[in-house]
């Protein structure tokens, strides 16, 4: 086992209620019906586009949507998100133990890498990819192929963890084993359908199920 590849809204980030509520002010700023919970809830691990895409909504209301929500979700970001207790730990013992880190997110890269200012891992992803660096989004394979291509991994030898289905989906596609966080908005029954290799209670659960890293002195550039 060589790396560990982290989601990071729902997953490292406590930032899903900012993101619901985004939803709901783009969504009352364009004067369009806000969608059931069901449908927001496909919503959390897609790129905004794609999620838009898939409910229906045109070029132009897209782009006013996307427009609405960045606009609520910057302002108040920095004040309502917050790290998941304990992931922090881990990923510092992660990395103390010899794996390299990767942070697999479905959100921009400047947004990812705020986030991860803010929550001080800000320096502690050996690659990072964003839904800027990839042609197809969770949940097709790319995502992780791309990380494991930039760490120069193969897919046996890493774990993705993360907190929705679309994570557990591109994981499987991709090779890797799966780890499903619980502490993040979806339940054991929410993502039984995705058949992850690991249950995850709390962050330090995946410390007894990961193996000793066998990683060299850095992953290439």
């Known amino acids: 086992m060589k790396a560990i590849l982290f989601d990071l809204d729902g997953t490292l980030l406590d930032s899903v209620p900012l993101i619901l509520d985004s939803f709901a002010h783009a969504f009352a700023a364009v004067g369009a019906p806000l969608p059931p919970p069901p449908v927001l809830a496909r919503a959390i691990g ?11 909504k045109t070029e ?10 960045r606009e609520h979700n910057l302002a108040q970001h920095d004040g309502r998100v917050r790290a998941f207790p304990g992931v922090v730990d881990l990923v510092t013992e992660l990395r103390a133990r010899g ?8 959100k921009n890269r400047l947004g990812a890498e705020r986030g991860l200012r803010i929550i001080g891992l800000g320096d502690a992803m050996d690659v990072l990819v964003s839904c800027d660096d990839v042609a197809r989004p969770k949940p097709d ?69 990961v193996p000793a890293a066998v990683c060299g002195d850095s992953p290439p550039t």
């Not at 390299?100 to 479905?106: G, M, R, Y």
């Not at 995502?143 to 591109?170: K, N, Q, Y």
């Open 60 to 69: 132009p209301e897209i782009a006013a949507l996307i427009a609405a929500y």
């Open 141 to 209: 394979p790319e995502p992780v192929d791309r990380a494991l291509a930039w760490l120069g991994v193969d897919a046996t030898e890493a774990v993705f963890v993360g907190d929705s289905l679309h994570d557990l989906h591109c994981g499987r596609a991709a090779g890797v084993r799966t780890a499903a966080a619980l502490w993040g908005p979806f339940t054991r029954a929410d993502l039984a359908p995705g058949a992850p290799d690991y249950w995850l209670d709390t962050p330090a659960d995946l410390l007894a199920v």
């Open 46 to 56: 897609i790129p905004l586009r794609a999620f838009f895409l898939e409910i229906g």
């Open 99 to 106: 794996f390299w880190t990767a942070l697999v997110t479905s």
